[in-house]
T-cell receptor
Framework: GAVVSQHPSRVICKSGTSVKIECRSL??????MFWYRQFPKQSLMLMAT?????????EQGVEKDKFLINHASLTLSTLTVTSAHPEDSSFYIC??????????????FGPGTRLTVL | GQQVMQIPQYQHVQEGEDFTTYCNSS?????IQWYKQRPGGHPVFLIQ?????EVKKQKRLTFQFGEAKKNSSLHITATQTTDVGTYFC??????????FGTGTRLKVLA
């Protein structure tokens, strides 16, 4: 099956610093990737849709200047949390659609990145 | 906007008992997907339902799509400790993106 990786898996940073999270589709090309945030014991909240070669589409209430998304290639999307604050601490998960898969709407999720801002 | 509710929020069952979670949408759906997330893990795709009234089975798991395509259910027969986790339904919104239900956290007591 399709594999999506994320790096790093865990990061701890000081308040005010920026953190970059990478999402890679390893064995398929993904023109569209999605970034979710999940707080403890809650559902996944869609933050933005990352489109290869164009600007990301952000969900209502998500600050695009704070969560910078770059989809530089068909296999890589990055999320940069700028000037991170403790309230940004969360589990960030990316997903990618495998258009060549059996189920074209299937999303394959990365293992997630746990961000802790001190 | 479109909302997707799941009930129950939590369910504790004794090993061997059955379990059902329900997903309800405020709008008609083109399709619905189910995912399982183990504690500390990421969501893993289980199934996709497309047709009205569709029923699909995966071993002890039975998935059903409502006739009106506004609700769906996931039923687990004779739960095992390996079934522990949170079950989410996912529904399409727009052309590509998906939103997820509130999730049902299942705990199986041995």
């Amino acid at each position: 099956g399709a594999v999506v990786s994320q790096h790093p898996s865990r990061v701890i940073c000081k308040s005010g610093t920026s953190v970059k999270i990478e999402c890679r589709s390893l064995d398929f090309q993904a023109t569209t990737m999605f970034w979710y945030r999940q707080f403890p014991k809650q559902s996944l909240m869609l933050m933005a849709t990352s489109n290869e070669g164009s600007k990301a589409t952000y969900e209502q209430g998500v600050e695009k200047d704070k969560f910078l998304i770059n989809h530089a290639s068909l296999t890589l999307s990055t999320l940069t949390v700028t000037s991170a604050h403790p309230e940004d601490s969360s589990f960030y998960i990316c997903s990618a659609r495998d258009l060549g898969g059996k189920f074209t709407d299937t999303q394959y999720f990365g293992p997630g990145t746990r961000l802790t801002v001190l | 906007g479109q909302q997707v509710m799941q009930i129950p929020q939590y369910q504790h069952v004794q090993e061997g008992e059955d379990f059902t979670t329900y997903c309800n949408s405020s709008t008609t759906l083109s399709n619905i997907q189910w995912y399982k997330q183990r504690p500390g893990g990421h969501p893993v795709f289980l199934i996709q339902l497309v047709k009205s009234g569709e029923v699909k089975k995966q071993k002890r798991l039975t998935f059903q799509f409502g006739e009106a395509k506004k609700n769906s259910s996931l039923h687990i027969t004779a739960t095992q400790t390996t079934d522990v986790g949170t079950y989410f339904c996912g529904v399409g919104r727009g052309t590509y993106k998906y939103i997820f239900g509130t999730g049902t956290r299942l705990k199986v007591l041995a």
